[in-house]
């Protein structure tokens, strides 16, 4: 299976500070076939970034994904205080599907 | 707008079983498939299985195949998971996920816990 290596695991910033979160796989994900989520305590996963670089409905533009083959990132241009919370990266072009650990986004 | 709405918390005991519900709402049912994934308690997400809502074609996890059965409903728009000879490290939040050429949408979320 393909394993997702999220890093760093935590990322503490100040509001206004760019985020940064890398995506790392261990083989190379057919077609893009990769999206982001957000989750915040208690809520289900909110889908964020589809196809590695696309933003989906009604996210705002200060997230951005990037990236192609193993290696993928989001990044938060600028945080918002509501952008404090766990990033997920999820393959679905090889089953089984796969996650990654997570990246928790903390206020410093 | 699209909603899927999943059914109440379990509580279980070792051995037995357990069916999670997830209701659709806001687009045409048969149109797309679900993945079912779970949550154990303070920790990361693993994919159990795909079920396509048109024809009922399934993709299992190794790990649970042989304990597991995904049906859809497309009178009620309804997709179904069955876990069956629970464990205790069945224990999680088990989600449906909306999928057509991705996954976009999940449920709330079922929490199963399975204690003696």
């Known amino acids: 299976e393909i394993v997702l290596t999220q890093s760093p695991g935590t990322l503490s910033l100040s509001p206004g500070e760019r985020a940064t979160l890398s995506c790392r796989a261990s083989q190379s994900i057919i077609s893009n076939f990769l999206v982001w989520y957000q989750q915040k305590p208690g809520q289900a996963p909110r889908l964020l970034i589809y196809?590695?670089?696309s933003r989906a409905t009604g996210i705002p533009d200060r997230f951005s994904g990037s990236g192609s083959g193993t290696d993928f990132t989001l990044t938060i241009s600028r945080l918002e205080p509501e952008d404090f919370a766990l990033y997920y990266c999820?393959?679905?072009?090889?089953?089984?599907?796969?996650f990654g650990q997570g990246t928790r986004v903390e206020i410093k | 707008q699209v909603q899927l709405v999943q059914s109440g918390a379990e509580v279980k005991k070792p051995g037995a079983s357990v069916k999670v519900s997830c209701k659709a709402s806001g687009y045409t049912f048969n149109t797309f498939g679900f993945s079912w994934v779970r949550q154990a308690p303070g920790q990361g997400f693993e994919w159990m299985g795909w079920i396509n809502a048109y024809n009922g074609k399934t993709n299992y996890a190794q790990k649970v195949q042989g304990r597991i059965t995904m049906t859809t409903d497309t009178s009620t728009s309804t997709a179904y998971l069955e876990l069956r000879s629970l464990r205790a490290d069945d224990t999680a939040v088990y989600y449906c996920?909306?999928?057509?050429?991705?996954?976009?949408?999940w449920g709330q979320g079922t929490l199963v816990t399975v204690s003696s």
């Open positions: 999820h393959q679905f072009g090889t089953s089984p599907q796969t």
């Open positions: 196809g590695a670089s």
């Open positions: 996920v909306r999928e057509l050429e991705g996954p976009d949408y």
